[in-house]
């Protein structure tokens, strides 16, 4: 399925004493190569919460496999899993630049209109971008 990969540089502020990236902080760069995935669609989080789209994360699983260090440069690879219907899965893997597997990672979101607060299909402008 459609993949991306984000290059970001682990700042100072995201790790602890011994310069290991502290734990809580996987998750924004999962986030990172989420809004990135996106992005390289065309679509922002930003576009779809104008057009009363939100996607909470409902399930989020990380497996570490080695440290991130303080300004080591990784490489987050985002997939799609399958075909969004209400759910959107993604998997993830960060590399250090050396290309050692750091973390091995997956959510699912689902998609819910903030006009009704309900579940709602995966919009028809993301399918389309995901056919072509």
């Known amino acids: 399925m459609k993949k991306n990969l984000t290059k970001l540089r682990v700042r100072y502020a995201e790790t ?15 986030e990172q190569g989420r809004t990135e995935w996106l992005r390289e669609l ?3 989080y930003k576009w779809m919460e ?3 789209i939100q996607l909470p994360v409902i399930n989020l699983q990380i497996n570490f496999k080695l440290p991130a260090r303080y300004d080591d440069v990784i490489c987050i ?20 630049q050396s290309n050692e ?3 091995t990672a997956s959510t699912d979101l689902v ?15 993301l399918l389309e971008k995901l056919v072509k």
Do not use: W
């Open 101 to 103: 597997l750091l973390v």
């Open 50 to 52: 104008e057009n009363n």
């Open 77 to 96: 690879t985002t997939r799609l899993k399958e075909i969004p219907t209400i759910r959107i899965s993604f998997e993830y893997e960060i590399h250090n």
């Open 111 to 125: 998609f819910i209109n903030t006009t009704t607060n309900k579940l709602m299909r995966a919009p028809n402008f």
């Open 16 to 30: 602890d004493q011994m310069r290991v990236v502290y734990h809580g902080n996987y998750a924004q760069y999962l």
């Open 42 to 44: 065309g679509l922002s």
